[in-house]
């Protein structure tokens, strides 16, 4: 009885106290209301709006995709299905963000697994240290390696299927690459003038590059030959127009300028050796092909440009997949993504290829391990094309996280709460964006020991699984098998 008056004498503080003691009939109402009876109170309770309020949650769990595809768990102990494809969605570009050592490449790879259950989705990865070498072998898969000398190489002059003279969006994407290759400087004058100067020597390349067949009924048919990136620099060795008039002394050097800068990008050097000849990556028609691009990294400049000429050829070659009538969806992986965003003009190329695939009904999700240099305008429209985001750990870059996507204090708070045992789970705050609104919850991901061995990036733990397929003739998934089972 004591404890029922103190009860009762705190509860009077609410604002229109609906609260009351039973004392006879308490068996039905202790039933309905007992855990997990799914019973209803039967009073009713009539309280002002503003009282009533308080007593509503302001918060609950995700109930995530409704297609189960990856399945994790949330704190609650609840499952929580994630379709990287999810139809509600306006498109389906994704961003993970995840310190070094976080498991952000880890719950990449899980995903990719689970999506490709889906035989009508296909993916493609730009990596930098083969850390999806076995979930590729495992699945199939192809593992090409990208740098000069490898016999690879990609010619940003290269037209769609069936053109014979460039669109204005592969102007702009040309004009993107070269801005790579010779940044300008802080003169945002002079930066506009050789714009002006590279846009004219792209038109006047191409032109050069394109000639008229006559045909045997009198018709007239445009034909492409072919240009690269040396013809390019022999056009502004030699530019004379600029915008329908002749050029000036000083907008000539400043061509000449620019033409001796990218000497260094054609050629034999080892730049040109892989962006001034034809192209040549092989085409693969497996559901998982992974484009190593370590190899690029060891020249300064060519690893943000072949990320560029990769991502490129990846579009236009789903774009002639899709004129084919192939049907399938495709996701582009492009991890390491944050030595694109570094630049200025790869930034806006990365930008303009997440708003060009919504319309392949395909994905394009960026990988990185630090938002320090994913600022400015191009940032902030990546993040607008985006619906699909995972946060994992990362240190020091608190005030980034808040600022690049724009969380409150509430959600910052669980960002820091972020956490998990290494070999056993891994916490990430996932949610996706949905009719303009943000829905989403701290999702756990605990791998099974297959998935555990399969995607492990860990020294150590991966020298190990390499070892041990080597052993059983390149057979990943017989060496995964054995190692989750405890056989070695």
């Known amino acids: 009885e004591g404890r029922i008056a103190q009860a009762m004498s705190a509860l009077a503080k609410v604002p229109g106290n609906p609260f009351r003691v039973l004392r006879n009939g308490l068996l039905t109402p202790w039933l309905n209301l007992a855990p997990l009876s799914g019973g209803l109170a039967e009073e009713r309770v009539y309280l002002l709006e503003t009282n009533a309020a308080h007593f509503f949650p302001t918060t609950g769990a995700w109930r995530g995709s409704p297609r189960p595809v990856a399945l994790f768990q949330n704190r609650q102990g609840a499952l929580v299905y994630v379709d990287p494809f999810d139809k509600r969605l306006r498109n389906y570009n994704g961003i993970v963000v995840g310190g070094s050592g976080s498991g952000k490449t880890f719950a990449v790879q899980y995903l990719i697994s689970e999506l490709l259950r889906d035989d009508s989705v296909s993916v493609v990865i730009l990596d930098r240290g083969k850390n999806y070498q076995a979930l590729v072998e495992a699945f199939g898969g192809a593992m090409v390696e990208i740098r000069p000398g490898a016999g690879t190489s990609v010619n940003p002059f290269d037209l769609d299927e069936g053109e014979v003279e460039p669109s204005p969006e592969k102007k702009g994407d040309l004009l993107k690459i070269l801005r790579a290759m010779v940044p300008p400087g802080e003169d945002k004058t002079e930066e506009a003038v050789e714009n002006a100067i590279l846009e004219a020597a792209i038109e006047q390349t191409y032109k050069r590059a394109t000639t008229v067949d006559l045909l045997p009924d009198g018709r007239e048919e445009k034909r492409y030959l072919g240009a690269r990136l040396s013809d390019l620099v022999k056009t502004l060795l030699t530019l004379d127009e600029l915008g329908g008039r002749s050029i000036s002394p000083s907008e000539k050097e400043v061509a000449r300028s620019l033409a001796l800068r990218l000497q260094s990008w054609t050629g034999d050097s080892p730049m040109g050796s892989f962006v001034d000849r034809p192209t040549s990556v092989p085409v693969s028609s497996a ?46 992986v492009l991890d390491e993504a944050w030595k694109v965003f570094k630049n200025r003009y790869a930034a806006n190329l990365v930008e303009e290829l997440y708003r060009r695939f919504r319309h392949l009904g395909g994905g394009i999700w960026s990988i990185t391990q630090s938002l320090q240099d994913f600022q400015g305008e191009s940032a902030g429209r990546i993040v607008q094309n985006t619906t699909w985001f995972f946060l994992l750990r990362v240190q020091g870059e608190d005030d980034y996280v808040q600022q690049v996507f724009h969380l409150p204090d509430r959600a910052m708070a669980v960002f820091r709460s972020l956490g998990g045992v290494r070999g056993k789970f891994s916490e990430l705050m996932v949610w996706s964006v949905r009719d303009d609104q943000k829905e989403g919850d701290v999702l756990q991901l605990w791998p099974t020991p297959y998935d555990y061995w399969l995607f492990t990036s860990a020294q150590e733990e991966a020298a190990k699984r390499r070892k041990l397929a080597e052993a059983y003739g390149g057979d990943v998934l017989r060496a995964v098998r054995d190692l989750a089972e405890g056989r070695v």
């Open 287 to 332: 559901r998982v092909v992974c484009y190593e691009l370590e190899g690029l990294d060891a020249y300064e400049g060519l690893d943000v440009v072949g990320t560029m000429l990769m991502a490129g050829l990846i579009w236009k070659r789903a774009l002639e997949g899709k004129r084919r009538g192939e049907e399938r969806r495709i996701l582009v």
